[in-house]
């Protein structure tokens, strides 16, 4: 007789018939559990993932009958192995080992902001950037675009020759050009001559332009960045009546209050100040101290998510903010007027809370205000800084030399008034981004001849076609040196000959001065060998050291630390004015710097094409960024369905595929069309716009992704505008790749949070939370909360132990014995991965990073809103709100899309299971555990039934559905017969050492098992007839964690409780994702911890993921926490802004199973 | 009508299946004997655009392997000799400085245009073989290439086959000695094989020596 098991309905737990829900969500659409969604989730890929376009089962093998028959007639000419040739060198080559990689110090040039890197060249040609770690402030951290910049080296899409006139040039006709222009500039002082260039570093360009300056007193010379990454100089100017820049130091600020600044993506130096701020949020002991996050910005940056406290308000008014700031913290009434009509919920508290806390930390305090502000708004933050002891202890001043005088408007004037007889634009792309009222392309027109180097033929090249187009140099292939953010000089060394014979900047500013020797070489060796800071090893020893370590010692610019002059200050703030309101019909418009494009320079790099934005999760798109309350009122809030109260879909999923609705945006008199997207925590009525799309002339990758924003936003301000109106274009929908739809884990408590107080007192909170929190013993003899009692040493070795001597795998693989004669199967280590949650900001470098170092396809637009996405490694991105209902229907919280949410970032990856699930349903025994403790993949024995990634708990096994690899992104459709193979270019970037993977074969996270074999087998090398095998610990580090700015991935050795990865997984806050599942993951995730301020109006007492979780698991001890709280309870509740938020009264806890975890089971 | 098929019609069933059995046994035989890389590969030896000769330079003249192999002991990759390395000894004027068979190396010192050697043993692009590991712990050059120094016209002597690799990953000690004497081919250990393995069993344990089994070790 069949049996059958009476699983009981879920507790009823309000009379309105609310079920339990989930807790985390990662889109609206999630949250809202539509049908359609939910469909989804129980899809291992979204519907059509595994579809061929519109090509059903039986016309699929027909096709297939046919192309086997052609296969057939090519196979008799193929079976043989052709003959290979060995090609040594004629004659032998200094430093070149044939199979070894070599790494030479260089720099990634970007503005005033130069990165110092190592680039890993194999026979010559760079494959891989890695951080400099012999530069102290960056640590040998990265960032995406660092990291995707190599692509660009191997772009076949980038200009290949030189060209006049639209004709291809010879090297020699550009010479002779340039030599002509200086010439001529000689003869006549540079009369009529214009210098377009973007703001550098470098000094030997500014070593140049002196010259320049100098020789051709009428020249211009004017330098034009599309987009700011440093305050303004005109505040400094006021504020201090010098030039001067801004140092952040993080590392010693307890409190920070960030007024629109991105200082984790936007701001210039930003690597470096992740890693500092990483340094104060860590807490690795219990009595850590860590600092604390207000942000007050208008979007939703990857800044604000790291917030404690975070304050919506629209960009124009945060002038208002500073002043009433100013106000609070010094109590002075100077600038209050300008602060009048701003207006926010609890407005006097929380200013008041906020000074309070930056008071009592006088010192540890700063301030930070994004560049993209006006000068005003920085002169007041200069104020307050200077008010709060900073200045000196965590912001330096430094003496940064000022950007050029003339800016692009001057040559837009002289191009107007008809007296430019030549224009030099050295990089740069004025034509797509400069000011629209500018109309720099019609200006461009009135001069008699253009010279533009450019690494691509764009906007700016095809503006003026009977100019003369230079191909320029990658920074990979050319000489140069350039200046970090702290004016520290680093050198650019060529890894490879000019592929295409490109110049750079400096070579050719050096043609047209006629300079001796105009190679970067001689140009660069002079400016070094000329300084001063090189002190005793001055000549070619000195600058050797210097191409050895990149960087000049000690050549950073000087801290000053000048006083404010308050008459300065005041003149400057004279003419502000208080903000105007943003309303629905007068709506502001926020231009950003985006993650990935930067100022639209990268739209052709296929990495950061394909990288999901960090927030948005939008890849291959920019968007218009709506909030939730603007989206209500355009009516394109979610549709919602008949069977369910939820909440309603942002936009239209249709197989998966986010259907947006598209408005237009006018602003300044011009119209901007583009997709909408409501992304909860903006300001109301601000709609943000990323620049850098929508590019009409570059390579194949970029051409046309996006939509344009640079159309509308003028030269008066370049931020962000005010006055614009948004209407919804009727009928219209346009389709974003949106990955945040996909790989769903259907919000338990992945990433688990608490309150610093909670952690405090109970540092092991983790294990009082999720499944395995209630089970018996899962996994030896400890429960997790008995676990997390022992002395930290002895979980270290607990966990050794573990990993060494527990059955692994679960393939059809025999199990090994570990025991007796083969006790040497077991690995002389074992791997394992450490993240900490809790400095992780979300940045995206490691899955740049990831791509750079593992060969990953980028698989396009296409198939990405198909969800076949080939990342590694992505970041999930949960919002949670606290409102969520016990039960996923019916209850007002759920019904309304939230507008102040916090974020939970978690990068996710294999977790390499020692149980893992993936190995047991493979057919073939292609994934299988090594002894190691890695899940390997047999990339050979696959056969692509994809059970794998349908077992895989945590979604990151990504399947090739097309040769990648092989084929072009808009053939991939094409039959066998259409054209194949990667251009020579394309494969020069590949590491040598990891297969490239082919169609039908499943791929993961190998944790870098290239890297962890060649650390063994130098290792085995050092070692000879010696037992001395084990790798040290940190003689390397899997590509993820080597980019990470936070340095929150860990890679190493736990068979060594003593390893860096031992013991951060030995402490209290450590656990595994899906734990109850026994499934062993090697990653572990260290727990996230919030820093709020108990007297801040939007205090919430717990994470407010945490109380969604607390609602779900425990809905009966939440009741009654939805409105009134009830006597007898005064356990956390939901985020409301009142006073039953506060901490709970000790002398109030409830003796259930919830108080006792939330305030430790021993008290 | 009943007599239409003959009794020995009866018999074909069995016949037929024991044709099929036959055949199939055949070509399997067939397949697994010639179709693997012990009878495709071994004996392969190319024409090389010079007639080098290792039995002369190896063997009679008794020049380490590493002269020319300079990085074999660092690197995955055993480095073919640069034309320069040849002409430290046969530049004109030196050894055989004009003999015409020397030609493409000269021209290639000359014009940096390397001499297109023919690649003998090759494993698959997605077997990752060490050299650098394998010299640095004892295992000699002769346990994969044979006896280099006895060959006029080097030829494929080893399979190279997964299989064959395995062998010696499971059972080390019987190749493991003094890495010392790694490059001398002509090497054996004087107890005989038994004192080979006994003496292999010492260094497996001393030295820690564990020959991944796990695709992780070759395959990336």
């Known amino acids: 007789m069949k049996r059958t098991f009476d699983h009981s309905a879920p507790e009823q737990t309000n009379t309105d018939g609310a079920l339990t829900g989930p807790r985390y969500w990662r889109s609206l659409d999630e949250l809202a559990e539509t049908p359609g969604f939910q469909e989804q989730m129980a899809r291992e890929f979204p519907e059509g993932a595994d579809n061929l376009n519109g090509v059903d089962r039986r016309r699929f093998f027909k096709l297939m009958a046919a192309s086997f028959a052609l296969g057939g007639a090519g196979l008799a000419s193929g079976c043989r192995r052709p003959e290979e040739h060995i090609l040594a060198f004629g004659r032998s080559v200094e430093h070149s080992i044939p199979g070894l990689p070599l790494y030479y110090a260089s720099a990634f040039p970007l503005r005033r902001n130069a990165v110092p890197i190592l680039a890993e060249t194999h026979q010559g040609r760079p494959t891989k950037i890695e951080g400099n770690p012999s530069f102290a402030p960056y640590g040998g951290a990265t960032n995406a675009l660092v990291q995707a910049s190599v692509l660009d080296l191997y772009d076949p899409d980038r200009a290949t020759t030189h060209t006049i006139r639209g004709t291809a040039a010879n090297a020699a006709r550009i010479q002779d050009l340039l030599a002509e222009i200086g010439t001529q500039a000689r003869a006549d002082g540079g009369n009529g001559l214009v210098f377009l260039a973007e703001s550098s570093g470098s000094p030997t360009r500014e070593r140049l332009v002196a010259r320049l300056r100098r020789e051709f007193p009428q020249a211009l010379w004017a330098e034009y960045d599309a987009v700011r990454d440093e305050p303004p100089a005109a505040a400094a100017r006021a504020a201090f009546g010098r030039d001067v820049k801004p140092v952040y130091r993080f590392a010693k600020a307890k409190r920070v209050v960030a007024l629109d600044a991105d200082f984790f993506g936007a701001e210039s130096g930003s690597i470096g100040y992740i890693r500092d701020f990483a340094k104060a949020r860590r807490a690795h002991t219990v009595d850590a101290e860590i600092n604390r996050l207000y942000s007050v910005e208008s979007t939703f940056t990857l800044t604000g998510s790291m917030a404690d406290h975070r304050l919506r308000l629209a960009s124009s008014h945060l002038l208002a903010f500073a002043a009433a700031l100013f106000g609070a913290v010094t109590g002075s009434a100077d600038y209050a007027a300008l602060s009048t009509g701003l207006q926010f919920k609890d407005q006097e508290k929380w200013l008041a809370e906020c000074a309070k806390d930056l008071l009592a930390h006088r010192g540890q305090a700063l301030v930070v205000a994004g560049s993209h502000l006006p000068a005003e708004v920085h002169a007041i933050v200069y104020a307050l800084n200077a008010a709060l002891d900073a200045i000196g202890n965590t912001v330096d001043f430094v003496a940064a030399p000022a950007p050029a005088e003339a800016g692009i408007a001057e040559v837009v004037a002289r191009l107007n008034a008809g007296n430019v007889r030549t224009l030099v634009i050295l990089g740069g792309n004025p034509v797509y981004n400069a000011p629209a009222d500018l109309q720099f392309a019609a200006a461009l027109r009135r001069a008699q001849q253009v010279v533009r180097l450019g690494y691509y033929v764009d906007e700016t090249s095809a503006a003026f076609p009977a100019g003369a187009h230079v191909a320029a140099a990658h920074y990979l292939e050319s000489w140069g040196d350039a200046r970090t953010t702290d004016g520290t000089i680093v050198a650019i060394q060529p890894m490879i000959l000019p592929l295409f014979g490109g110049i750079s900047e400096i070579e050719l500013l050096a043609r047209i001065l006629g300079e001796g020797k105009p190679d970067g070489y001689s140009l660069v060796f002079q400016t070094i060998t000329g300084l001063n800071a090189l002190g005793g090893t001055e000549g070619e020893k000195g600058f050797r050291q210097f191409l050895h370590d990149g960087f000049v010692a000690g050549s950073a610019y000087q801290v000053v630390n000048p006083a404010i002059n308050a008459g300065g200050l005041r003149e400057l703030l004279a003419a502000a004015r208080p903000p105007v309101p943003v309303t629905r019909e007068a709506l502001e418009v926020r231009f950003t710097l985006d993650a990935k494009m930067d100022d639209g320079r990268f739209a052709n790099n296929g990495w950061l094409q394909e990288c999901p934005d960090p927030m948005t999760k939008i890849a291959w798109d920019n968007a218009i960024l709506v909030s939730p309350a603007l989206g209500r009122e355009l009516g394109i809030e979610p549709g919602g369905s008949a069977i369910q109260v939820a909440r309603k879909n942002s936009a239209h999923f249709v197989r998966g595929m986010d259907r947006a609705f598209v408005g237009e945006l006018t602003v300044n008199g011009r119209v901007l069309r583009g997709p909408l997207h409501i992304q909860p925590g903006l300001a109301n009525y601000t709609v943000a716009v990323a620049l850098g799309y929508g590019r009409g002339v570059t390579g194949r990758v970029g051409t046309g992704v996006g939509f344009d924003a640079y159309q509308v936003r003028l030269s008066d301000n370049l931020g962000y505008a005010t006055g614009a109106t948004l209407t919804l274009v009727p009928g219209s929908f346009h389709l974003l790749a949106n990955t945040q739809q996909h790989w769903s884990m259907e919000g338990r408590d992945i990433v688990r949070e608490a309150n610093v107080d909670e952690f405090r007192q109970n540092p092991g909170f983790v294990a009082g939370m999720g499944m395995e929190a209630h089970s018996p013993a899962i996994f030896g003899d400890f429960t997790p909360e008995e676990f997390a009692k022992l002395p930290r040493e002895e979980r270290a070795r607990i966990t050794s132990e573990r990993a060494q001597f527990t059955p692994r795998g679960g393939s059809l693989k025999e199990t090994p014995d570990f025991s007796g004669p083969n006790a040497f199967l077991d690995g002389v280590h074992q791997w394992a991965m450490s993240i900490d949650l809790n400095t992780c900001i979300g940045c995206n470098a490691c899955v740049i990073a990831c791509q750079a170092e593992n060969n990953i396809p980028i698989v396009g637009k296409d198939q990405v809103l198909r969800g076949r996405e080939m990342h590694w490694i992505r970041l999930d991105r949960y919002y949670s709100d606290g409102k969520i209902e016990g039960g996923a229907f019916g209850g007002p919280g759920n019904s309304i899309i939230p507008e102040d949410p916090q974020v939970s970032l978690q990068p996710m990856t294999c977790q390499h299971c020692e149980l893992a699930p993936c190995e047991t349903v493979c057919p073939v025994n292609a994934t299988v555990h090594d002894q190691e403790g890695l899940n390997t993949m047999a990339y050979n024995r696959c056969i692509g039934t994809r059970y794998c990634a349908n077992n895989c708990p945590y979604k990151v096994r990504r399947f090739n559905f097309f040769d990648y690899n092989q084929r072009q992104l808009d053939k991939l459709y094409l039959g066998p017969l259409a054209p194949k193979g990667m251009p020579e270019l394309v494969k020069m970037v590949k590491n040598p050492d990891v297969t490239v993977r082919m169609r039908g074969v499943m791929e993961k996270c190998t944790y870098c098992v290239q890297r962890i074999q060649a650390a063994k087998i130098a290792q085995k090398v050092k070692a000879g007839p010696s037992p001395d095998v084990v790798v040290p610990d940190g003689a390397f580090t899997v590509a993820c964690a080597q980019a990470c700015p936070a340095e929150a991935i860990v890679f190493g050795n736990i068979k060594d409780p003593t390893t860096r990865v031992s013991r951060l997984k030995a402490l209290e806050q450590d656990y595994a994702v899906l734990g109850y599942l026994n499934i062993r993951p090697r990653t572990t995730y260290l727990g996230k911890l919030r820093n709020p301020n108990p007297e801040m109006p939007d205090y919430a007492s717990l994470p407010l993921s945490r109380q969604e979780y607390l609602k779900k698991a425990y809905p009966a001890e939440m009741k009654g926490h939805h409105g009134q709280a009830s006597p007898t309870h005064t356990g956390p509740g939901p985020r409301q802004g009142t006073t039953e938020d506060k901490a709970p009264n000790p002398a109030h806890r409830p003796q259930t199973s919830l108080g006792k975890f939330l305030f430790g089971g021993n008290r | ?220």
């Open chain 2, 1 to 220: 009508m009943s007599n239409l098929f003959p009794k020995s019609v009866n018999k074909l069933p069995l016949q037929i299946l024991i044709f099929i059995g036959i055949t199939t046994g055949v070509v399997l035989a067939g397949i697994t004997y010639y179709a693997t890389p012990k009878y495709t590969r071994v004996g392969y030896a190319p024409i090389q655009p010079v007639p080098f000769s290792h039995a002369l330079h190896s063997g009679q003249l008794g020049i380490d392997c590493r002269y020319c192999h300079s990085n074999v002991d660092k690197s995955a990759h055993s480095n073919i000799p640069t034309a320069q390395t040849c002409m430290n000894c046969h530049s004109p004027g030196l050894i055989k400085g004009d003999s015409p068979l020397l030609a493409p190396v000269r021209a290639s010192f000359e014009s940096g245009n390397p001499v297109p050697w023919v690649n003998i043993h090759v494993v698959p692009d997605y077997a990752y073989f060490n050299h650098a590991v394998h010299v640095a712990r004892g295992v000699s050059c002769v346990e994969c290439h044979g006896r280099i120094n006895e060959m006029e016209v080097v030829h494929h002597a080893k399979p190279l086959s997964m299989a064959w690799c395995l062998d010696c990953h499971r059972a080390p000690e019987k190749v493991l000695r003094d890495p010392a004497l790694v490059t001398n081919l002509d090497w054996q250990h004087p107890g005989g094989p038994a004192a080979q393995i006994e003496q292999g069993r010492k260094f497996v344990h001393d030295w820690n020596i564990q020959p991944p089994q796990s695709c992780s070790g070759c395959h990336r």
